[in-house]
C-alpha cells in the first residue's frame, strides 16, 4: 500500500493566488514527520516545511502552510500569493518512528504550473 | 550556509562500466543517506549510513555498494552498470543529535548518471 498518497498529477494556478497541494500518509506508528520538498526543472531537491505529529500547530514558513489533519491522515500544503518561482514539482514525504534518522519515503509529486 | 556538496555533477558511463559518486554532508551532520530518482519517478531510498555504520538499506542493488569515511563523507560505488541505472542520484544528510524527530534531511544538487 502507498504510504505517501498525492493525488493531483498537476495543477495549474494564477499568479498571486493561492493553491493548496494534496498529500495523504498511512502510517500505525504514533511518531512520525512529514516533509514538503520542491523540485525545480534544475533538479535539486529543496526543503520547504516539516510538521511532527505530536505538533500541535499547523506548521507554516513564509509563504507556506502546511495544513495538518491528523484523524484524516493528511498533510496538505497551501502556498500563499503564488509566483512564477513557484512552478516545480512537489513532493510529499514521511519519515516514521521517533529516531530522526530513518529514511523517507515520498508520494509520486505534484507538478504545479503558476500562470502569469 | 554550507549545503550538501555532490560529486560529480553529471556522469556518462557505457554499460557495464563501474561509477563512483561522492558526497560530502553538512559540517556537523552524523548521518547519510543516498537515494535514486529515475525519470519522472519520486526518490527512492538506497541506503543510510549513521556514525560512519550503515543505518538503513532500502531497495539498493547488490551491485551497489557504499560507505561513510571518518571525515564523515560518503561515496556511493556501482558497478555493472545497466541503461536502467541511468537516474538522478541524492545525497542527503541530517543530524540525529539535534534530538526529537525535527532533523529534516537535507539535499544535495544530486549527480545526473547516464549509462549508454
Known amino acids: 500500500a502507498q504510504k505517501i498518497t498525492q493525488t493531483q498529477p498537476g495543477m495549474f494556478v494564477q499568479e498571486k493566488e493561492a493553491v493548496t497541494l494534496d498529500c495523504t500518509y498511512d502510517t500505525s506508528d504514533p511518531s512520525y514527520g512529514l516533509f514538503w520538498y520542491k523540485q525545480p526543472s534544475s533538479g535539486e531537491m529543496i526543503f520547504l516545511i516539516y510538521q511532527g505529529s505530536y505538533d500541535q500547530q499547523n506548521a507554516t514558513e513564509g509563504r507556506y502552510s502546511l495544513n495538518f489533519q491528523k484523524a484524516r491522515k493528511s498533510a496538505n500544503l497551501v502556498i500563499s500569493a503564488s509566483q512564477l518561482g513557484d512552478s516545480a514539482m512537489y513532493f510529499c514525504a514521511m519519515r516514521e518512528g521517533h529516531s530522526g534518522n530513518t529514511p523517507l519515503v515520498f508520494g509520486k509529486g505534484t507538478r504545479l504550473s503558476v500562470i502569469a | 550556509a554550507a549545503g550538501v556538496i555532490q560529486s560529480p555533477r553529471h556522469l556518462i558511463k557505457e554499460k557495464r562500466e563501474t561509477a563512483t559518486l561522492k558526497c560530502y554532508p553538512i559540517p556537523r551532520h552524523d548521518t547519510v543517506y543516498w537515494y535514486q530518482q529515475g525519470p519522472g519517478q519520486d526518490p527512492q531510498f538506497l541506503i543510510s549510513?549513521?556514525?560512519?555504520?550503515?543505518?538503513d538499506k532500502g531497495s539498493i542493488p547488490d551491485r551497489f555498494s557504499a560507505q561513510q569515511f571518518s571525515d564523515y563523507h560518503s561515496e556511493l560505488n556501482m558497478s555493472s552498470l545497466e541503461l536502467g541505472d541511468s537516474a538522478l542520484y541524492f545525497c542527503?544528510?541530517?543530524?540525529?543529535?539535534?534530538?526529537?524527530?525535527?532533523?529534516?534531511?537535507?539535499f544535495g544538487p544530486g549527480t545526473r548518471l547516464l549509462v549508454l
Open positions: 542527503a544528510s541530517s543530524s540525529r543529535e539535534r534530538g526529537g524527530p525535527k532533523e529534516t534531511q537535507y
Open positions: 549510513f549513521y556514525e560512519k555504520m550503515q543505518s
